[in-house]
C-alpha cells in the first residue's frame, strides 16, 4: 500500500515559473526521498533529506521537512520544459524498502 | 558508468503463462530491490536482497511470485501463472549502503497480461 499522499496530483505551469509540490505521510521515518520519473527513463534520484533536517537545497531544488505534520514539499525553481515529469516522495524507516507516495505529474508550458 | 539494467523491457503475456523478468544491478552493489508499478501508480514494494540473501519478501502479492539473487548480482522475478492484474511495470533498484539511501533504478520492465 501506498505510504502517503502527493498533492497536487498534477500541475501545469508556464516555463520560468516555481512548482511546488506536497507529500504526506503516515508512519515515523529516518529519511525522506524525492524522484523524478520521466517516461522510458525510470526513475531518478533528486534529493534525501533526513529526519532530522527541516530544509535542503540542490540546485534549483528545495526540500522541507515537518515530522511533527508528517509532511514534506518540493520547490522546483525557474522551470524548465525537461521538468517535465512525475514527481515521486519516498519514506525509508527500518525497514530498507522505499514506501512511495502517488505522485505528481508536472507539466511545464513553453 | 553502467547502471542498473533490466531485461526485457517489454514482455507480453497470454494468462497463464509464466514470464522471467531480469535484472542487473550496479557491480558492486549489495542491496538489491523490486518494485511493481501499476498505471498512474507510484512503485510499491515487493522483495529485498542483501548480496544472496533475500531479506524481505512481504511485498510478494502472492505465491505466484517468486524472486532469486543466487550469486549476489544478477536477479530474476518469476511470475507463475500469470494473470491480467500482473500488467504492471516491474522496477528493479540497487544501492550500495546498507541503510536506505539512495536507491538507483533501472528502466523497468512493462508486463502486458493479455
Redo the contacts between chains.
Sequence with gaps: ??QGEEDPQALSIQEGENATMNCSYKTSI??L?W?RQNS??????LI?IRSNEREKHSGRLRVTLDTSKKSSSLLITASRAADTASY?C?T?YL?????????TRLTINP | GAGVSQSPRYKVAKRGQDVALRCDPISGHV?L?W?QQAL??????LT?F?NEAQ??KS?LPSDRFFAERPEGSVSTLKIQRTQQEDSAVY?C?SSLER??????????TRLTVT
Design positions: 500500500s501506498q529516518n529519511n526521498q524522484y522510458g527513463r525510470g526513475l531518478v534520484h534525501l515521486f519516498a525509508a525497514a530498507q524498502k522505499l514506501v512511495f507516495g502517488q505522485g | 542491496s530491490f518494485y498512474g501508480q507510484g512503485p510499491e514494494f529485498y542483501q531479506l524481505d511485498g522496477l533498484a541503510v536506505p539511501y539512495e536507491q538507483y533504478f533501472g528502466p523497468g
